[in-house]
């Protein structure tokens, strides 16, 4: 942590950090007696809401949730905003709702923990408008700044926290060199800085050519499943979270952008380290193959600023947000995103 750092952000959310401590891990950190009671208690429902962005003649569409609708004079909660990868939209991504299994909204999680949690579908997926164009990063961290202007006028919040995951990650960390100025704490998963020795776009350079030539690709029930299956980690999920996601990502077609996949074999680095001046936390599963320990430790290193944490998950694969272990990057990214300020001067 910077040692002049004093961001609002971060002390409103050590003010709510206990909200929801039914939720996930924290409930772990509670005396026993008080678990036992925590554990029969339903948890909070979340108020939510929709929002529109407008980039140029591009609509874009933004979901929120927070614990209790907004009100007049309250004190501006801590803002999240998710970023969403490549064959999702956001909230087949952030919000999904697996019935009979547990919870898998990581919106709903942090808005139990004190947060005002918004996401987006970028141009090209889920209600946003559907153009011509590949929905590439620079169009990505074009859609972010739209849609945070929406985030800043309805919350009051200059500066928000962000979590990418995939390609949503670079789309994160490529906003965060573009306007700083929004960026609070920065968490990445599943990124990849320079793509060396990736076996998962070793093989989506095998249709290097398709991505150049096409603005869209299939993405159906297959192919969604194989992001469950690629990191040879399937035991990690439970089978009817891919069911759940392809029955509700398949309602905005079979078709998603090739932008992001044609950045990502053909266009790498796309973030600089070394201009990244928020705090920034990598997490990568340990079998996650879009990336190597050696690629993020490279950019890791390079970061300026020394609020900066490297966390690998055990036995999880590409998308911890979906895996069984799923709790424990909840937990290390409330740690990170509600650390006690600095006490040097």
């Not at 993405?219 to 990690?236: K, P, Q």
Request: aromatic residues 8%.
């Amino acid at each position: 942590m910077t040692d002049h750092d004093h961001s609002p952000a971060r002390r409103d959310a050590m003010k709510t950090a206990a909200i929801g401590l039914g939720a996930g891990l924290a409930a772990g950190l509670l005396p026993a007696a008080a678990r036992a009671q925590n554990a029969t208690a339903a948890p909070a429902e979340p108020w939510s809401s929709e929002y529109w962005a407008k980039k140029g003649a591009v609509e874009l569409n933004l979901w929120r949730k927070r614990l209790g609708a907004p009100q007049a004079g309250e004190a501006a909660r801590p803002v999240l905003f998710l970023v969403h990868g490549s064959s999702n939209s956001a909230r087949t991504s952030y919000d999904l709702m697996v019935p009979g299994k547990g919870e898998y909204s990581l919106m709903n999680v942090f808005a139990r923990y004190g947060f005002d949690v918004w996401t987006m579908d970028h141009e090209g997926y889920g209600k946003s408008s559907r153009t011509a164009g590949n929905s590439d990063i620079a169009s990505g961290v074009e859609d972010l700044k739209a849609a945070t202007e929406v985030v800043a006028r309805e919350t009051g919040r200059q500066k928000m926290h962000f979590f990418g995951t995939s390609s949503g990650a670079i789309r994160a960390g490529a906003f965060a060199l573009a306007r700083p100025d929004r960026v609070d704490r920065l968490v990445l998963s599943a990124f990849t800085y320079k793509g060396s020795g990736s076996p998962t776009l070793g093989e989506r350079a095998k249709r290097l050519d398709e991505y150049r030539a096409h603005n869209t690709r299939l993405r159906d029930r297959a192919m969604i499943r194989s992001i469950f299956t690629r990191d040879e980690l399937a035991g990690s999920y439970d089978p009817a979270v891919a069911e759940a996601l392809a029955d509700q990502e398949l309602k905005y077609g079979d078709q998603v952008p090739t932008g992001t996949y044609l950045d990502m074999v053909a266009n790498l680095p796309l973030v600089d380290p070394r201009k990244v001046t928020c705090p920034v936390m990598l997490v990568r599963g340990d079998h996650d193959g879009i990336a190597t320990t050696d690629d993020l430790l490279d950019f890791y290193r390079q970061l300026p600023t020394g609020d900066r944490q490297f966390i690998v998950l055990p036995n999880t694969a590409h998308s911890p947000i979906f895996s069984n272990t799923r709790q424990m990057l909840w937990h290390v990214t409330r740690g990170f995103l509600t650390l006690p300020e600095s006490a040097a001067t």
